[in-house]
């Protein structure tokens, strides 16, 4: 009779290194601020990706208007913040019987983590949707700086 086989573990460093990649997966993951709203706020939905060499972020704020609404990069991250005023009855006899749609201040913000020419971004509102394009530094990647080196005199 054989003794059973015992299966074979990775060794620790490989595990040591997938808790490694699992822990900053979850940090880039947090950086995206996609906890619940505070009280009277309301966290619209939206759309990141690249297309043409820019940056795009679509953000559903159906019903704003573009002055209460501001887009800007603070900090290394574009900020996206607006707010839905209260509505109120047109009358006083006029009670709402159901109110899902949300309102009150929202803030989105998304990390920028590629050189971005923020001089050259555009902000559209059409349709409900907050479309903001930001353009991508060209050549960037690669480019070498020389520091040059200079010999001091022998004492």
Aim: charged residues 30%; contains cysteine.
């Amino acid at each position: 009779m054989n003794p059973p086989r015992r299966s074979i573990r990775a060794p620790l460093s490989e595990m040591a290194i997938l808790q490694r990649e699992i822990n900053e997966l979850f940090e880039r993951l947090s950086l995206f601020d996609r906890d619940e709203p505070a009280a009277g706020q309301w966290c619209p939905s939206l759309d990141v990706y690249e297309c043409r060499g820019a940056l795009q972020v679509v953000i559903e704020v159906p019903g704003l208007a573009p002055d209460a609404l501001r887009v800007s990069v603070k900090d290394g991250a574009l900020l996206i913040v607006g707010e839905r005023r209260e509505r109120r009855p047109a009358s006083a006899e006029t009670a709402f019987l159901c109110m899902e749609r949300p309102q009150g201040r929202f803030t989105r913000r998304i990390p920028l983590d590629m050189a971005v020419d923020i001089a050259k971004a555009e902000a559209r509102l059409a349709g409900g949707l907050l479309t903001i394009s930001v353009p991508r530094v060209k050549d960037r990647r690669g480019r070498e700086s020389v520091i040059p080196v200079h010999r001091e005199r022998d004492e």
